[in-house]
Each structure stands twice: as structure tokens, then as C-alpha cells.
């Protein structure tokens, strides 16, 4: 089991958090405060690591439910920062120290974040980049060309870790520029799954103006 880190927030006021809350595989959000930072709070679940080892549309379904979270964080009347979609801890304790660590960071940028909202944007891979990235196997020493071979393998791999990346990169770019103007700031940060996670600082008047752009940008509407 693991303690998954959905967000942090400021100034920490437990009694807020809707009650039956549920995140990723149904798990129930809770939240701790850390005795050596009591001024902020996270909100966690504890969920079965192989839980966490999906990919394709079962790993975007995870990460809607993060957003979830991270949306009932906000309903609270406080601006959360969003903790990167599959942050796991090994338990409690380790996540609390992690924070703890990183408390004079997280509090600085909480007080950048007040008055706005933080949006999480996940751009998932989609036709051939939802196949998973085959793991390395390596040749026998006795097969043919062994060496070689292990070599291929790991240029095919790493290529196609580099088309994933390069594929959200242009995505974000798009995004980026449909949103000009509308946002305050913007952090990405990308997973060797082909996932990045784009986070969007927009004041509260703004908030239905990113909307309207958001839907301007689906290729559905």
C-alpha cells in the first residue's frame, strides 16, 4: 500500500473536506497536517500500488479522478496546489516528511496561488501512443549479435519515449497559445508513460473566460 498525494493547502481546516470523499480505485481522501508545518495540509489516500500500474485509458480515468480531488479542494474556498498526478509516498510519514522539507517552498508558492485557481490540464497520448512502451529485454550472451541487438532495443525504446514526449510537448504548445492572455503562469511537467501534466494559474475573474477557451479548443463541441 502507498499514501497518494493529491494536493496541498493553506491554511488547514480538516472539517472541510466533503465527507465520502473518494479518489483513484475508490480509496477515501483524507487529510493530515504536518506538526512541523501546521500551517498547511494535504490531502492523501492510501491505495494499493498495483493499482497505480495502469496505462491507456485506464490511466487517463486516473488522472480525471485527481482532478476530482483536486476540484473539491477548491470548493472549499481555498486555492489548492496540486500535487503532480501519481505523487506516491511509501507511507503517511514519508509523505508528511516530504512536505515538511519542502514547507518554506509550498507556503511561498501557496501565497502566489492565493486569489487564483491552479488548473490541472493532462494531456494523455492517444492512437498509437497508447500502447504501452515495451520494457527492455535483455538478449541471451549466447544468441547471435546479442550486444547488438540490446542496443536496438534500447534506441527503439528510448525513440519511442522521445515521440511521446515531443507529441505532448506540441499539444502543450497549442494549448499555450489558445490560452495567451487568460492565464498568470504555467508549469509542465512529463512522464516517461507519454502523460504530462500542465498547470494552469488563472485569477478567479478569469476562470470562466479559461472555460470558454477550453471549449473552444475541443474538437467535439
Known amino acids: 500500500m502507498a499514501t497518494y498525494l493529491y494536493c496541498v493547502l493553506a491554511p488547514p ?14 480509496s ?18 492510501t491505495i494499493d500500488d498495483a493499482a497505480l500500474r495502469v496505462s491507456g485509458e485506464a490511466l487517463a480515468r486516473q488522472a480525471l479522478l485527481h482532478n476530482d480531488v483536486v476540484d473539491a479542494a477548491l470548493a472549499t474556498g481555498r486555492t489548492p496546489l496540486p500535487a503532480r498526478f501519481g505523487s506516491r509516498f511509501d507511507d503517511d510519514a514519508t509523505c508528511i516528511a516530504d512536505v515538511a522539507r519542502r514547507s518554506s517552498v509550498l507556503s511561498a508558492i501557496l501565497d502566489r496561488v492565493a486569489g487564483a485557481v491552479e488548473m490541472s490540464v493532462l494531456i494523455v497520448p492517444t492512437g498509437d501512443f497508447l500502447e504501452s512502451i515495451a520494457p527492455i529485454a535483455k538478449p541471451e550472451r549466447h544468441e547471435a549479435a546479442a550486444g547488438r541487438r540490446y542496443l536496438e532495443v534500447v ?16 499539444e502543450a ?13 504555467e508549469s509542465r511537467s512529463f512522464r516517461a508513460i507519454g502523460v504530462m501534466s500542465v498547470a494552469h494559474l488563472v485569477p478567479f475573474e478569469r476562470v470562466e473566460i479559461y472555460r470558454d477557451a477550453w471549449y473552444c479548443l475541443r474538437p467535439w463541441r
Open 155 to 170: 534506441r527503439d525504446r528510448t525513440r519511442q519515449a522521445e515521440d511521446r514526449r515531443q507529441a505532448a510537448e506540441s
Open 173 to 185: 504548445e497549442r494549448v499555450a497559445k489558445a490560452l495567451s492572455g487568460i492565464v498568470s503562469g
Open 13 to 26: 481546516n480538516p472539517e472541510a473536506i466533503p465527507a465520502g470523499l473518494t479518489g483513484i480505485s475508490g
Open 28 to 45: 477515501p481522501v483524507r487529510v493530515l497536517v504536518p506538526a512541523a508545518t501546521t500551517h498547511m495540509e494535504v490531502w492523501v489516500a
